[in-house]
């Protein structure tokens, strides 16, 4: 059971990236990608974004505006669009799921924004 984070990378102020959450097969099971939180360091793990099993989507406020969650149900990946990045938004990012009940947390991939 487990969750693969992608696409981080190192940008400049006002760039963009583009992270996704793939899962891995289990038994025919597949994790369900729900989330994106990152963990900056020092500092505690915080929910990023969030979309419901009915597309419902949830931004904390300091990205609104600026990143985009979205799923693709046929390949059960999540991404998260990240538009306009500042330095604050620096930190590492995890993909989060579930499998049955189950929480489970993705590989982290680190985002780093510096001029």
């Known amino acids: 059971v487990q969750l693969q984070a992608s696409g981080g990378g190192l940008v400049l102020p006002g760039g963009a990236l583009r992270l996704s959450c793939a899962s891995a097969?289990?038994?025919?099971?597949?994790?369900?990608?729900r989330a994106w939180y990152r963990q900056a360091p020092g500092k505690e793990r915080e929910l990023v974004a969030r979309?419901?099993?009915?597309?419902?989507?949830d931004y904390v406020d300091s990205v609104k505006g600026r990143f985009a969650i979205s799923r693709d149900i046929r390949q059960n990946t999540l991404h998260l669009q990240m538009n306009n990045l500042q330095p604050e938004d620096t930190a590492v990012y995890y993909c989060?799921?579930?499998?049955?009940?189950?929480?489970?947390w993705g590989s982290g991939t680190q985002v780093t924004v510096s001029s």
């Open positions: 097969s289990t038994n025919g099971r597949r994790v369900r990608p």
């Open positions: 989060n799921g579930l499998f049955g009940s189950l929480n489970v």
């Open positions: 979309m419901s099993p009915g597309g419902m989507v």
